[in-house]
Protein backbone atom coordinates (compact mmCIF):
# COMPACT_ATOMS: atom_id res chain seq x y z
CA UNK A 1 0.00 0.00 0.00
CA UNK A 2 1.13 3.02 -1.24
CA UNK A 3 1.60 5.78 1.85
CA UNK A 4 2.86 9.31 2.04
CA UNK A 5 3.19 10.76 5.79
CA UNK A 6 4.60 14.00 6.57
CA UNK A 7 5.87 15.61 9.59
CA UNK A 8 7.29 18.86 11.05
CA UNK A 9 3.93 21.06 10.89
CA UNK A 10 3.31 23.73 13.86
CA UNK A 11 3.36 27.50 14.71
CA UNK A 12 5.78 29.45 13.41
CA UNK A 13 6.48 33.46 13.52
CA UNK A 14 6.44 35.47 10.60
CA UNK A 15 10.03 35.31 9.28
CA UNK A 16 10.90 32.11 10.69
CA UNK A 17 12.06 28.54 9.32
CA UNK A 18 10.44 25.22 9.05
CA UNK A 19 11.51 22.36 7.62
CA UNK A 20 8.54 19.63 6.59
CA UNK A 21 9.94 15.65 5.69
CA UNK A 22 7.93 13.47 4.02
CA UNK A 23 8.34 9.24 4.64
CA UNK A 24 7.34 7.58 1.65
CA UNK A 25 6.23 3.65 1.28
CA UNK A 26 4.82 1.10 -0.56
CA UNK A 27 6.35 2.08 -3.76
CA UNK A 28 9.76 2.14 -5.15
CA UNK A 29 10.70 6.46 -4.20
CA UNK A 30 13.33 6.70 -6.52
CA UNK A 31 11.31 6.31 -9.45
CA UNK A 32 8.62 9.17 -9.54
CA UNK A 33 9.09 12.44 -9.46
CA UNK A 34 7.90 14.34 -6.13
CA UNK A 35 5.54 17.31 -5.29
CA UNK A 36 4.56 19.84 -2.50
CA UNK A 37 1.06 20.99 -2.84
CA UNK A 38 -0.86 23.22 0.03
CA UNK A 39 -4.36 24.72 0.72
CA UNK A 40 -4.52 27.73 2.49
CA UNK A 41 -7.87 27.35 5.18
CA UNK A 42 -11.41 27.77 2.72
CA UNK A 43 -9.12 28.16 -0.42
CA UNK A 44 -7.93 26.13 -3.25
CA UNK A 45 -4.93 23.95 -4.24
CA UNK A 46 -1.77 25.75 -5.03
CA UNK A 47 1.36 23.48 -6.42
CA UNK A 48 4.34 24.80 -4.58
CA UNK A 49 7.47 22.93 -5.94
CA UNK A 50 8.45 19.58 -8.03
CA UNK A 51 11.36 17.66 -7.90
CA UNK A 52 12.55 14.97 -10.40
CA UNK A 53 12.80 11.06 -9.11
CA UNK A 54 16.86 11.92 -9.39
CA UNK A 55 16.67 15.47 -8.32
CA UNK A 56 18.18 16.76 -11.70
CA UNK A 57 14.58 18.90 -12.23
CA UNK A 58 13.51 21.25 -9.70
CA UNK A 59 10.73 23.79 -10.07
CA UNK A 60 8.98 26.50 -7.44
CA UNK A 61 6.01 28.64 -7.70
CA UNK A 62 6.61 32.31 -7.79
CA UNK A 63 5.62 32.35 -4.40
CA UNK A 64 7.66 30.74 -2.89
CA UNK A 65 10.58 30.85 -4.80
CA UNK A 66 14.21 32.24 -3.24
CA UNK A 67 12.44 31.01 0.06
CA UNK A 68 11.41 27.75 0.16
CA UNK A 69 14.16 24.74 -1.32
CA UNK A 70 12.69 21.37 -2.24
CA UNK A 71 14.84 17.93 -1.52
CA UNK A 72 15.26 14.63 -1.38
CA UNK A 73 17.00 11.30 0.11
CA UNK A 74 16.17 8.25 -2.44
CA UNK A 75 17.99 6.18 0.51
CA UNK A 76 15.98 7.38 3.27
CA UNK A 77 12.63 7.36 1.39
CA UNK A 78 12.17 10.83 2.11
CA UNK A 79 10.88 13.85 0.85
CA UNK A 80 11.86 17.69 2.41
CA UNK A 81 11.01 21.18 1.98
CA UNK A 82 12.68 24.01 3.87
CA UNK A 83 10.73 26.81 4.37
CA UNK A 84 12.41 29.86 5.17
CA UNK A 85 11.36 33.86 5.61
CA UNK A 86 8.03 32.57 6.37
CA UNK A 87 4.96 34.72 5.93
CA UNK A 88 1.45 34.76 7.09
CA UNK A 89 0.51 34.03 3.74
CA UNK A 90 2.08 30.27 3.68
CA UNK A 91 -0.36 29.21 6.43
CA UNK A 92 -1.90 26.33 5.13
CA UNK A 93 -1.82 22.71 4.67
CA UNK A 94 1.56 21.24 2.93
CA UNK A 95 0.18 17.58 0.94
CA UNK A 96 3.15 15.54 -0.33
CA UNK A 97 2.31 14.20 -3.20
CA UNK A 98 3.74 11.39 -6.09
CA UNK A 99 3.60 12.43 -9.58
CA UNK A 100 2.28 9.90 -12.08
CA UNK A 101 0.90 11.57 -15.09
CA UNK A 102 -1.77 13.48 -12.73
CA UNK A 103 -0.73 13.50 -8.53
CA UNK A 104 -1.93 9.80 -8.20
CA UNK A 105 -0.82 10.15 -4.31
CA UNK A 106 -1.30 11.99 -1.49
CA UNK A 107 -0.47 12.49 2.22
CA UNK A 108 -2.71 13.64 5.01
CA UNK A 109 -0.98 16.57 4.97
CA UNK A 110 0.61 18.99 7.84
CA UNK A 111 -0.40 22.69 9.11
CA UNK A 112 1.75 25.26 8.68
CA UNK A 113 0.30 28.10 10.92
CA UNK A 114 2.47 31.25 10.75
CA UNK A 115 1.25 33.75 13.18
CA UNK A 116 2.97 36.10 15.69
CA UNK B 1 2.69 30.84 -16.51
CA UNK B 2 -0.49 29.14 -17.54
CA UNK B 3 -3.55 30.13 -15.65
CA UNK B 4 -6.56 27.34 -15.05
CA UNK B 5 -10.13 28.79 -15.18
CA UNK B 6 -13.30 26.51 -13.44
CA UNK B 7 -16.65 27.25 -14.47
CA UNK B 8 -18.97 27.38 -12.89
CA UNK B 9 -17.69 27.76 -9.23
CA UNK B 10 -20.35 26.78 -7.67
CA UNK B 11 -23.24 24.13 -9.20
CA UNK B 12 -26.41 22.80 -7.41
CA UNK B 13 -27.75 19.67 -8.06
CA UNK B 14 -29.73 16.74 -7.71
CA UNK B 15 -29.11 12.94 -7.59
CA UNK B 16 -29.06 11.39 -10.52
CA UNK B 17 -28.60 14.46 -12.26
CA UNK B 18 -25.90 14.68 -14.98
CA UNK B 19 -23.02 17.42 -14.53
CA UNK B 20 -20.73 18.90 -16.33
CA UNK B 21 -17.97 21.21 -14.87
CA UNK B 22 -15.58 23.16 -17.22
CA UNK B 23 -11.69 23.89 -17.32
CA UNK B 24 -10.16 26.57 -19.33
CA UNK B 25 -6.09 26.74 -19.64
CA UNK B 26 -4.34 30.00 -20.86
CA UNK B 27 -2.90 28.47 -23.66
CA UNK B 28 -2.66 24.97 -24.67
CA UNK B 29 -1.71 22.49 -22.65
CA UNK B 30 -2.29 19.60 -25.37
CA UNK B 31 -3.84 16.85 -23.03
CA UNK B 32 -1.84 17.33 -19.46
CA UNK B 33 -5.02 17.44 -17.76
CA UNK B 34 -6.00 16.40 -14.82
CA UNK B 35 -9.27 15.95 -12.45
CA UNK B 36 -9.21 15.36 -8.48
CA UNK B 37 -12.33 15.64 -6.02
CA UNK B 38 -11.81 17.01 -2.54
CA UNK B 39 -14.43 16.52 0.63
CA UNK B 40 -13.76 18.59 3.30
CA UNK B 41 -10.80 17.75 5.45
CA UNK B 42 -9.42 15.13 3.62
CA UNK B 43 -6.73 15.19 0.38
CA UNK B 44 -7.45 15.37 -3.21
CA UNK B 45 -8.58 12.18 -4.70
CA UNK B 46 -7.04 11.89 -8.71
CA UNK B 47 -10.20 10.92 -10.93
CA UNK B 48 -8.90 11.89 -14.63
CA UNK B 49 -5.23 11.78 -16.07
CA UNK B 50 -4.71 13.52 -19.74
CA UNK B 51 -7.46 14.91 -20.00
CA UNK B 52 -9.50 11.34 -20.62
CA UNK B 53 -8.26 8.76 -18.91
CA UNK B 54 -10.02 7.50 -15.73
CA UNK B 55 -7.71 6.63 -13.14
CA UNK B 56 -7.92 2.98 -11.28
CA UNK B 57 -10.59 2.56 -8.88
CA UNK B 58 -13.02 5.35 -9.95
CA UNK B 59 -16.74 4.50 -10.82
CA UNK B 60 -17.53 5.08 -14.72
CA UNK B 61 -19.74 7.50 -14.09
CA UNK B 62 -16.57 10.48 -14.27
CA UNK B 63 -15.51 10.57 -17.45
CA UNK B 64 -13.20 13.52 -19.13
CA UNK B 65 -12.52 15.03 -22.43
CA UNK B 66 -11.47 18.18 -24.07
CA UNK B 67 -7.75 19.06 -25.68
CA UNK B 68 -5.99 22.45 -26.09
CA UNK B 69 -7.19 24.77 -23.81
CA UNK B 70 -10.72 23.53 -23.31
CA UNK B 71 -11.68 20.51 -21.52
CA UNK B 72 -15.01 18.92 -19.26
CA UNK B 73 -15.17 16.66 -16.42
CA UNK B 74 -18.53 15.06 -16.42
CA UNK B 75 -20.59 12.98 -13.78
CA UNK B 76 -23.30 11.07 -15.78
CA UNK B 77 -25.50 10.45 -13.06
CA UNK B 78 -24.44 12.31 -9.64
CA UNK B 79 -24.52 9.85 -6.51
CA UNK B 80 -24.50 11.32 -2.85
CA UNK B 81 -20.62 10.83 -2.81
CA UNK B 82 -20.32 12.74 -5.35
CA UNK B 83 -21.37 15.92 -3.52
CA UNK B 84 -17.72 17.60 -3.07
CA UNK B 85 -15.59 20.21 -4.78
CA UNK B 86 -13.76 19.40 -7.96
CA UNK B 87 -10.35 21.01 -9.35
CA UNK B 88 -9.10 20.53 -12.68
CA UNK B 89 -4.91 20.77 -12.59
CA UNK B 90 -2.38 21.22 -15.79
CA UNK B 91 1.10 19.17 -15.81
CA UNK B 92 2.09 20.79 -18.93
CA UNK B 93 4.59 24.02 -18.12
CA UNK B 94 5.19 22.88 -14.83
CA UNK B 95 1.68 22.44 -12.36
CA UNK B 96 -1.20 24.98 -11.99
CA UNK B 97 -4.78 24.46 -10.60
CA UNK B 98 -8.20 25.49 -11.43
CA UNK B 99 -9.83 27.63 -8.32
CA UNK B 100 -12.51 24.84 -8.38
CA UNK B 101 -16.33 24.09 -8.72
CA UNK B 102 -18.35 23.23 -5.55
CA UNK B 103 -21.00 20.62 -6.19
CA UNK B 104 -23.53 20.96 -3.90
CA UNK B 105 -26.87 20.05 -2.85
CA UNK B 106 -30.10 21.17 -4.89
Known amino acids: ?19 LSCTASGFTFNNYNMNWVRQAPGKG ?10 SNFIYYADSV ?22 RA ?13 GFDYWGQGTLITVSS | DIQMTQSPST ?3 SVGDRVTITCRASQSIN ?12 APK ?39 TYYCQQYNSPFTFGPGTKVDIK
Request: aromatic share 10%.
Open chain 1, 1 to 19: EVQLVESGGGLVKPGGSLR
Open chain 1, 45 to 54: LEWVSSISSS
Open chain 1, 65 to 86: KGRFTISRDNAKNSLYLQMNSL
Open chain 1, 89 to 101: EDTAVYYCVRANG
Open chain 2, 11 to 13: LSA
Open chain 2, 31 to 42: SWLAWYQQKPGK
Open chain 2, 46 to 84: LLIYKASSLESGVPSRFSGSGSGTEFTLTISSLQPDDFA
